[in-house]
Nanobody, 119 residues
Framework: QVQLVESGGGLVQAGGSLRLSCAASGIIFSINNMGWYRQAPRNQRELVAVISSGGSTNYADSVKGRFTISRDNAKNTVYLQMNSLKPEDTAVYYC?????????????WGQGTQVTVSS
């Protein structure tokens, strides 16, 4: 059974930083794209950043220059370094990964971690 477990959320003042981590566990043969999404109250879930297995990255315009996504393939872990946080970054952040395990390759989601930025 593949699982994604996130950590690192919390409460921070505007201008501060947080680092999110997401570790995949279980029987894993390969991981393709890994990414972070977020969902604020009354909003749809939106892509924040994604990184390919080769390290190519893509960011939402709203976070470019402030957030950095990275991954450690040996640890099946993806990170999101968030700097210069703004109140509008407040949301539940979800990890997503395309994983080939015992089951055919499909997308998996973490349980979500709350990020709250106070003004």
């Amino acid at each position: 059974q593949v699982q994604l477990v996130e950590s690192g959320g919390g409460l921070v003042q505007a201008g501060g930083s947080l680092r999110l981590s997401c570790a995949a566990s279980g029987i894993i043969f390969s991981i393709n794209n890994m990414g972070w999404y977020r969902q604020a109250p009354r909003n749809q879930r939106e892509l924040v950043a994604v990184i390919s297995s080769g390290g190519s990255t893509n960011y939402a315009d709203s976070v470019k220059g402030r957030f950095t996504i990275s991954r450690d393939n040996a640890k099946n872990t993806v990170y999101l370094q968030m700097n210069s946080l703004k109140p509008e970054d407040t949301a539940v952040y979800y990890c997503n990964a395309d994983i080939l395990g015992v089951a055919p390759k499909r997308g998996y989601w973490g349980q979500g971690t709350q990020v709250t930025v106070s003004s």
